[in-house]
């Protein structure tokens, strides 16, 4: 019996270290190096988004920061996280991509540390959005800078959105307003 309940426990507490349901499970580092608890987004919608500096979808900064402007409070966040993971479009430093954003796009969205979003060094957060088996809603593969998730206010997973639709487009300024 004792042997049972010893079973029990670690599986538990095994499920319990490898499972991570929500968003609101994971904290990540903000731009500026400090830890960002995405518990802290509990009751909000959340739009994730991977950047990169020197990319042909790099405009899309300016409908990112225009959605943010005219949605973002209370009920809804942007959340982007550069990642030189495609054709080296963002090799610049977190301070360097703070100083890009401010100054070529004026923004003002949470930006996050830079982190791998594909391959063997993939960040923990991008494991759960792109595996069903971590997310429970579904698998996608990041395919380029701009790729857009899609999170509902209790952490969990929604939809994928391409990276060439931009931000303000009607299926995104709905999910954010419905």
């Known amino acids: 019996m004792k042997k049972l309940i ?20 994971f904290v990540v580092k903000d731009i500026e ?12 919608k959340v739009l994730v988004v991977n950047t990169a500096s020197k990319c042909g979808l790099t405009p899309q900064f300016e409908q990112l920061q225009s959605v943010f402007e005219q949605y973002g409070g209370d009920d809804f966040v942007i959340i982007g996280f550069p990642a030189n993971n495609f054709a080296n479009q963002e090799p610049k430093s977190n301070s360097e991509i703070v100083e890009f954003c401010e100054m070529n796009y004026g923004v003002t969205f949470p930006m996050m540390s830079k982190i791998s979003v594909k391959g063997d060094d993939m960040h923990p957060l991008y ?52």
């Open 127 to 178: 494991q759960w959005l792109t595996q069903k088996s971590k997310n429970g809603k579904q698998d996608s593969e990041v395919s380029w800078n701009f790729q857009k998730y899609l999170i509902d206010e209790n952490g969990k997973l929604v939809d994928v959105i391409k990276p060439k639709v931009k931000p303000d487009d009607a299926k995104i300024i709905s999910w954010i307003t419905h």
């Open 33 to 44: 190096g400090n830890d960002f608890n995405l518990s802290s987004l509990k009751g909000k």
């Open 6 to 25: 010893l079973i029990n426990v670690l599986l538990l507490a095994a499920i319990t270290t490898f499972a991570q349901s929500s968003l609101h499970d």
